[in-house]
């Protein structure tokens, strides 16, 4: 887990991650205008206070320009993939939405 505090981020994949495992970034702090930008698709997102995002890391470029006003501090949780050798814990798969279908839905 990282914070980071009023940190413009450039843009990078997650090297130490497995493409399955999922980033969780909570956008906290008051007044900011942050965006966060998925170069991969082109996509840009407001992240403002509150914000919550999972995305993998390391499949997604991501990164988060400067912004206008206000101070930001984001949570960052995730998992390395040597933690799963060191472990002997075999990694997780992506979900599929026929995977949720059947295990929740249809039970």
């Known amino acids: ?9 450039l ?3 997650d090297g130490g ?7 969780n970034l909570l956008s ?7 965006k966060l930008h998925l170069d991969d698709l082109e996509a840009e997102f407001d992240y403002l206070p509150g914000s919550g995002v999972w995305l993998t890391g390391r499949g ?3 990164s988060v320009p400067l912004w ?3 101070e930001r501090v984001v949570i960052a949780h ?5 933690m799963h050798d060191r472990l002997g814990i075999p990694r997780p798969s992506l979900p599929t939405q026929a995977g949720w279908w059947s295990r929740y839905l249809l039970t």
């Open 1 to 9: 887990m990282d914070v980071i505090v009023n940190r413009v981020t």
């Open 11 to 13: 843009k990078h994949c």
């Open 17 to 23: 991650s497995a493409i399955t495992f999922y980033d």
């Open 28 to 34: 906290l702090e008051q007044g900011h205008d942050a």
């Open 60 to 62: 997604l470029s991501h």
């Open 68 to 70: 206008t006003k206000g």
């Open 78 to 82: 995730y998992a390395k993939d040597d």
